[in-house]
């Protein structure tokens, strides 16, 4: 393992923590509402949402260039901020990958939510809780099992994107370099060896993790 | 307290347009078919229906008024309310449960402190289990422990019974009977069973498709001989009644009301304790002249005191006074005709059945 590696490793775990973060500010009211609105407009929010499941990740990371590059729309606005153009950035990829993982956040959610139905958010108005004290002792409680997975899903998800990087974040060690594209790399130079110490590294991550997550929410249910 | 409500709720095939003035006390059971709209005009009472429209008043308080543009939201109006399954928060042992109303509500405004709500519902033993961990009823007890302790103005009970055996019902109704004894809240109490109706309500609510057919004190309102036909086989009257001795040899309770003396079946009743005893029109005979060599064991003297048609064309509604007590008989228009039966009349009533209720 050299310092690039654990660079690489460093910056994917920042990614998915901060991606992870962020998701489940902006997926728990996204999925709320959407649990429960039933609107020709929410379906079409629902879908959207969804889309990042299967469109490649290369058509998401095509458009996202544009629309943040310098010509684009998101561009202009970040330029007017100051704040430079986000493609090759830890930023730029910070948000791709947030956009990337909305699926991953959002569907467990809303599924959760969903799960609990309108009562208990009935007995709680009756036992004077308001909506918001309802939402906060109540709906989160018992969506806990679904706010496990989204967590567990949009990190795994976030530490195994690929496409999107490379079409957004490129190849800049310490800005945008994520394991998946450092092994891309040792493949390419042949260097085997190194490669392995990677791809072996991911593949018991993942494991880890999905079994983790069936043993948790197993548990749950006991 | 008093309740004013002219309400609309319900979109589609279903309409709820209910007026009605609920007393501030005792129990308003609302009775009627499934289907009948007692559970939604609950339901608007506690703001929980949406589409409710049209006025609501509580102890002088606007709850709402939709040309006013006013409709307070659940948890500012401050009532209880038991659902007919277990509504027990899954992720909360029975102490948080009871805990979850009783920490939202103002110190000032609790009239039911802790051990009180334990002790009345018999639920202290199980504060530490979760609520997967209980049978149907003891969930039933710990959820009307839990409305009990928000103090609510107004106790609400969508059918807390029909969701449980025979066995259940008979475990939570002596605790039933202790809230109605022992608090001061007013309770409405939704019901198609008329059982319940009979044994703890005070006033009487009848809805059919959507409306009030008939509101009144429960014993009056049932006695009334122009109940719309669904309601007929329920005529009758509720007694109350205290038991003046039990006959151990024969195991009957005699038991003095207004009318006289009343023998029943006994059922576990002790000297002095008070009773309900529900005697329907379609259980009670009419006849001229006391009848000794008959199996029936009630027989009261009467006098008519109205004659109304019954929604079959074959028989009249009978309107008898025994005593202070009245009664309804059903019997068919022929031997109305034939006994030469009108207001006025001399009769011996024979109650083929009493129900201790």
């Known amino acids: 393992?050299?310092?690039?590696?654990?660079?690489?490793?460093?910056?994917?775990?920042?990614?998915?923590?901060?991606?992870?973060?962020?998701?489940?500010?902006?997926?728990?009211?996204?999925?709320?509402?959407?649990?429960?609105?039933?609107?020709?407009?929410?379906?079409?929010?629902?879908?959207?949402?969804?889309?990042?499941?299967?469109?490649?990740?290369?058509?998401?990371?095509?458009?996202?260039?544009?629309?943040?590059?310098?010509?684009?729309?998101?561009?202009?606005?970040?330029?007017?901020?100051?704040?430079?153009?986000?493609?090759?950035?830890?930023?730029?990829?910070?948000?791709?990958?947030?956009?990337?993982?909305?699926?991953?956040?959002?569907?467990?959610?809303?599924?959760?939510?969903?799960?609990?139905?309108?009562?208990?958010?009935?007995?709680?108005?009756?036992?004077?809780?308001?909506?918001?004290?309802?939402?906060?002792?109540?709906?989160?409680?018992?969506?806990?099992?679904?706010?496990?997975t989204a967590a567990v899903m949009s990190f795994a998800h976030t530490v195994g994107e690929f496409g999107v990087v490379l079409m957004i974040g490129g190849n800049i060690p310490g800005q945008t370099r994520v394991i998946s594209v450092l092994l891309y790399d040792r493949v390419e130079a042949l260097e085997y060896t190194q490669a392995h110490y990677l791809a072996a590294g991911m593949l018991v991550f993942s494991f880890v993790v999905l079994l983790g997550l069936h043993l948790l929410n197993r548990e749950r249910r006991v | 307290m008093?309740?004013?409500?002219?309400?609309?709720?319900?979109?589609?095939?279903?309409?709820?347009?209910?007026?009605?003035?609920?007393?501030?006390?005792?129990?308003?059971?609302?009775?009627?078919?499934?289907?009948?709209?007692?559970?939604?005009?609950?339901?608007?009472?506690a703001g929980l229906e949406p589409t409710a429209r049209g006025y609501?008043?509580?102890?002088?308080?606007?709850?709402?008024?939709?040309?006013?543009?006013?409709?307070?939201?659940?948890?500012?109006?401050?009532?209880?309310?038991?659902?007919?399954?277990?509504?027990?928060?899954?992720?909360l042992d029975v102490r948080r449960n009871l805990e979850f109303g009783l920490q939202r509500t103002p110190v000032a405004q609790r009239r039911l402190h802790w051990e009180g709500a334990l002790e009345l519902l018999g639920i202290a033993h199980l504060?530490?289990?979760?609520?997967?961990?209980?049978?149907?009823?003891?969930?039933?007890?710990v959820a009307i422990a839990r409305a009990l302790l928000a103090s609510p103005r107004m106790l609400l009970l969508d059918e807390p019974l029909a969701a449980l055996d025979q066995p259940r019902k008979d475990e939570i109704l002596p605790y039933l009977d202790r809230l109605h004894r022992e608090l001061a809240i007013p309770m409405v109490y939704v019901t198609h069973a008329m059982e319940e109706v009979s044994r703890l309500a005070d006033h009487l609510v009848l809805l059919e498709a959507g409306r009030v057919v008939a509101a009144g004190p429960l014993s009056s309102t049932l006695a009334r001989p122009d109940l719309p036909a669904s309601f007929e086989d329920e005529i009758g009257v509720i007694v109350q009644a205290v038991v003046a001795h039990v006959d151990s040899q024969y195991q009957l309770a005699h038991l003095s009301c207004a009318g006289g003396e009343l023998r029943v079946p006994q059922q576990g009743l002790k000297p002095a304790d008070g009773c309900r005893v529900r005697i329907r029109a379609r259980d009670v005979s009419l006849t001229l002249h006391e009848e000794t060599d008959t199996s029936i064991l009630n027989r009261l003297p009467g006098v008519v005191a109205a004659i109304h048609p019954s929604s079959h064309p074959a028989q009249v509604l009978v309107s008898l006074l025994v005593g202070e007590l009245p009664l309804v008989a059903r019997i068919t228009r022929l031997s109305c005709d034939k006994l030469q039966l009108q207001v006025g009349s001399k009769v011996w009533a024979q109650i083929k059945s009493a129900a201790l209720l």
């Open chain 1, 1 to 148: 393992m050299t310092a690039d590696d654990w660079a690489a490793i460093w910056l994917t775990a920042k990614l998915a923590t901060l991606t992870t973060v962020l998701l489940l500010g902006l997926g728990t009211p996204l999925a709320w509402w959407l649990a429960r609105t039933d609107s020709l407009w929410s379906r079409c929010v629902g879908a959207l949402v969804t889309m990042p499941l299967v469109l490649p990740p290369t058509v998401l990371g095509f458009y996202l260039l544009l629309l943040m590059g310098s010509q684009g729309p998101v561009g202009q606005f970040t330029t007017w901020l100051g704040l430079g153009l986000l493609p090759f950035t830890f930023t730029g990829l910070l948000i791709a990958s947030v956009i990337y993982s909305l699926p991953f956040t959002v569907q467990p959610l809303q599924q959760a939510f969903r799960a609990i139905g309108a009562r208990p958010l009935e007995v709680a108005a009756t036992l004077r809780a308001s909506p918001y004290d309802t939402f906060f002792s109540v709906v989160l409680p018992l969506a806990r099992p679904g706010l496990i």
């Open chain 2, 56 to 91: 609501l008043e509580v102890s002088g308080e606007v709850w709402l008024d939709s040309e006013r543009g006013i409709a307070r939201s659940t948890h500012l109006r401050g009532v209880g309310l038991v659902f007919q399954e277990a509504s027990l928060f899954a992720h």
């Open chain 2, 127 to 141: 504060l530490e289990r979760l609520p997967m961990r209980l049978s149907g009823g003891e969930r039933q007890r």
């Open chain 2, 2 to 45: 008093r309740v004013r409500a002219n309400l609309t709720c319900g979109l589609g095939a279903f309409r709820l347009a209910a007026e009605l003035s609920l007393p501030g006390s005792g129990v308003t059971a609302l009775f009627g078919a499934s289907g009948s709209g007692k559970t939604s005009l609950l339901r608007c009472l």
